[in-house]
């Protein structure tokens, strides 16, 4: 399969911890929920491995640190070209890895953006294959399953 400058062999990927923030608006605070995102991290591990069912899953510590630690190293680091991965994203089972990206808001503010990247573990680049915006609560596992189906259409 071809993406950009990668081509991906899909039966020999990893999948990457996914990184999940999710915050309860009420009024005027942020509140967060660790058993709701793990709740929707766990959904998130699941659905990738019911398309990648021969995809070894490698968990990154790193993406259970605060917000502001994996947000200063994640974001604003990939795009649509391809630009160095984070260190902490890298492993050595397979050439690629997919990579998800979940931030949100429940409660009296309902949305979020899910990004989809693929990493090239050989070259430390990154690509990211699908970026999507919504405006209901992460929590809703219908329309967070047919999201993320959606983006992992664009791998096959």
Do not use: C
Request: charged content about 30%.
């Amino acid at each position: 399969n071809q993406i950009g400058n990668f081509t991906i062999d899909m039966e020999h990927v990893s999948i990457i911890t996914p990184y999940i923030e999710i915050k309860e608006k009420s009024n005027s605070s942020f509140i967060n929920h660790p058993d709701k995102r793990k709740a929707l991290l766990d959904f998130t591990i699941k659905m990738l491995q019911s398309q990648y069912p021969n995809a070894d899953y490698v968990e990154v510590p790193f993406l259970f640190k605060d917000y502001w630690t994996i947000n200063s190293k994640i974001e604003g680091r990939a795009d649509t070209t391809g630009k160095d991965v984070p260190k902490e994203l890298l492993t050595d089972k397979n050439k690629h890895s997919i990579f998800i990206s979940i931030n949100g808001y429940f409660g009296d503010l309902n949305r979020g953006v899910m990004m989809l990247y693929i990493i090239d573990n050989i070259t430390e680049r990154w690509i990211m294959i699908d970026r999507t915006i919504y405006n209901n609560s992460p929590l809703e596992t219908k329309r967070m399953k047919k999201r993320i189906l959606k983006s992992l259409e664009k791998l096959k």
